[in-house]
């Protein structure tokens, strides 16, 4: 095996080398976003679990990381976690995967994960609160909140006691109560579950919701049909949520959007506008500014936008 051996090392030596070339190459210039990349893949491969943890957390310091970065940082950190202290440090991390970009399977792992914990103190509680969250964050994203909705209520029918059901059936009703994809196939689950016949005000709600999907689905169509980055459906679905005006849909649409066209400094600015204009809750308006520029940081516009922004909050 003597030539084997040589062989890798001399794949090692190259690594080792591109290694140190990307190193200063990213003390020249920090903001090499592949050059990044490149040096945590590197890292990884070479199995130098400090070094690539430090290599990602310079990295989210100075960009956002997009939803495939952070799954794999935060497998990596799960599989290394011993004890409950490690969990809370992989908890810690989730709460920064959120933060960047909308992230549907984000969520649904940062749920799973939590149930996981679900023997230490305060256990049951977290879950809650993370798929709670989870649901604010994309409990109606018409494609991928269903696999949200449905394992939260996995979760509470597998711990569920007499008194817990009502939990499972408060979770079957919102639901319903939202336009989603395969809504059809949650309502025959909620009444094959159901010992009671289903509430009158229950079935209006989902009828009501059935309607609304109709509406929807050309967009989600579109998108569906186009190829990434869909700016130009995206922009549609936007002017569409925009006319009907629930708030909670229009930042939905705007995230969805930002995933796919995080580069595009107008559509920061449209999302930032209508956050200034109609919502102004601080925490929200002032977290956009700053996520703008994180993505674009050579967009003037969007530096004295926060800057003005930042002053009306105090």
Request: some cysteine.
């Amino acid at each position: 095996g003597g030539e084997y051996e040589w062989e890798y090392d001399e794949e090692e030596e190259k690594n080792q080398l591109e290694i140190e070339r990307l190193e200063e190459q990213l003390s020249i210039n920090v903001y090499d976003y592949n050059c990044h990349v490149d040096l945590i893949r590197l890292l990884r491969l070479e199995g130098e679990l400090t070094k690539v943890r430090m290599a990602r957390q310079k990295m989210s310091e100075i960009f956002p990381l997009t939803e495939e970065l952070w799954l794999e940082w935060l497998h990596d950190e799960i599989s290394m976690a011993q004890d409950g202290l490690d969990r809370e440090h992989v908890y810690d991390l989730f709460e920064k995967a959120v933060k960047d970009y909308i992230c549907p399977n984000i969520w649904l792992e940062y749920g799973q994960y939590s149930v996981g914990g679900i023997g230490q103190k305060g256990g049951l509680e977290k879950v809650r609160s993370v798929f709670e969250r989870a649901l604010s964050s994309v409990g109606l994203h018409m494609t991928k909140g269903l696999a949200l909705w449905e394992a939260y209520r996995e979760f509470e029918s597998a711990i569920v006691e007499a008194a817990r059901l009502e939990k499972v059936h408060s979770l079957f009703r919102r639901q319903l109560a939202i336009p989603l994809y395969d809504m059809e196939a949650t309502f025959a689950e909620y009444e094959e579950w159901s010992e009671d016949p289903i509430p009158e005000s229950v079935i209006q709600n989902y009828n009501k919701a059935l309607q609304q999907l109709e509406k929807y689905k050309p967009y989600e169509e579109a998108l569906l049909q186009a190829e990434a980055p869909r700016l130009a459906e995206y922009q549609a679905y936007i002017d569409f949520e925009m006319k009907i005006g629930d708030p909670a849909r229009i930042q939905l649409i705007f995230e969805r959007a930002l995933v796919e066209n995080c580069l595009v400094p107008d559509l920061w600015i449209r999302y930032s506008q209508y956050l200034d204009r109609q919502l102004k809750v601080k925490d929200l308006v002032l977290s956009v500014h700053n996520r703008a520029i994180r993505n674009c940081p050579w967009t003037v516009a969007l530096w004295s936008r926060y800057l003005l922004a930042m002053e009306r909050h105090g």
